[in-house]
């Protein structure tokens, strides 16, 4: 099948390998997918903040990989402040109840989404609202510099800077709903809409934030906006930060080997190539090439012939009483398997044990046992003795409940 074609191989091979080298050599676009993990050193990856916290604003630091119901019973200290970061955060009735068990045992609880849904939307009365920006005329690698939104303290005090200018690559969210007589407003927007909040709960706090991008590699690393975030993070310090990696839209299982192919576009692409090539080749090169493949006629179950033609034999032969002698003795041996009894000896013992089993009449019994004997005796049998002999065994058999 492969003979003569030796060329076609180098040559698929050849761009295989060239596909493969070309891809991986070209610049890799910028990645301004939101995933705020911990790992993520994209621009909206959290890997620059989530290295700051331990030493610096607790002394021991966690990750969270189970819901909050999960986290509240395994933890029975106070002094921890659990961070959740994500685009979105819904959470049930289950969970929000563990959630105010958590904060009033004397923690805090941080939690940083454009939009917040279920339980915490509804107890909370709370609602976002989102500022969108047109990026379809231009990508975002030449708008991340172009400004977008501000964000200030309402307690300027210990900051940096008054103000904190955010480009078009982060979204602008702002509390346009809250209840105002349990929450204290800490930071505005532009538009003195609320960005973050926060509410007393027992020994413990709670706080809202609507700029979840604010915790991005982008606005961290060498970026001044770092204060922000640096003085909300100094609010929060506590003996033990617990990071959460449970609550996330890209929350992340165990990838297959097709995975990482499709994950990665230079071994998606090749993988393709591979693809489209080998299915070139079989259009092309086995065409034709395979034979058709017989038709086996199974083979056929000649048991029941067998037996048949078996049976016409002894019944032309005319020898009915060797006929009668084995069905006679093919009926012990069903009897001695049924009924547990030998068939050697007819007692009253023996006729007793079968009618208590079989729920037949103890004279019809013995008849039937008796005749089978004299047939055995006879020194020759007719046909209307073996029909007769088949006749009563069939009519036992019918009868009997066992």
Known sequence: MFKGNKKYYYI???IFIGVIVLQYNMPKPINWTKTYFKKDKIPFGCFVIYNLLEDTYCNKLETNTKTIYDLNNATTSRNNTFIVINDNINITELEYKSLEKFIRKGNIVLLCANNFYG????TLLINTATLYFDT???SLDSLVLKPAFEIKYVQEKNNKLKKYSYSIAATESYFWKFDSLNFNVLALNKIKRPVLIQKQIGAGKLILSSTPDAFGNLYIANHPNRYYIYTLLSSIKNNTIIWDEYYKTYKTENKSIF?????NESLHMAYLLLIGGLLFFMAFELKRKQKAIPIIKPLENSTLNFVDVISQVYYN?????????EQIQYFYYEIRKKFGVNTSDFDDTF????HMLSGIELDNI???FTYCENLKQAPSLTENDLLELNNRINNFKQKSIR
Request: charged content about 30%.
């Open 351 to 354: 006729y007793q044990t079968i």
């Open 136 to 138: 379809q005329a231009k």
């Open 366 to 368: 013995k008849k039937l």
């Open 317 to 325: 032969s005319k020898n009915h009483k060797y006929i009668a002698e």
């Open 119 to 122: 339980k915490l939307e509804d």
């Open 12 to 14: 698929l091979a050849a």
């Open 259 to 263: 995975q990482f192919i499709f994950n």
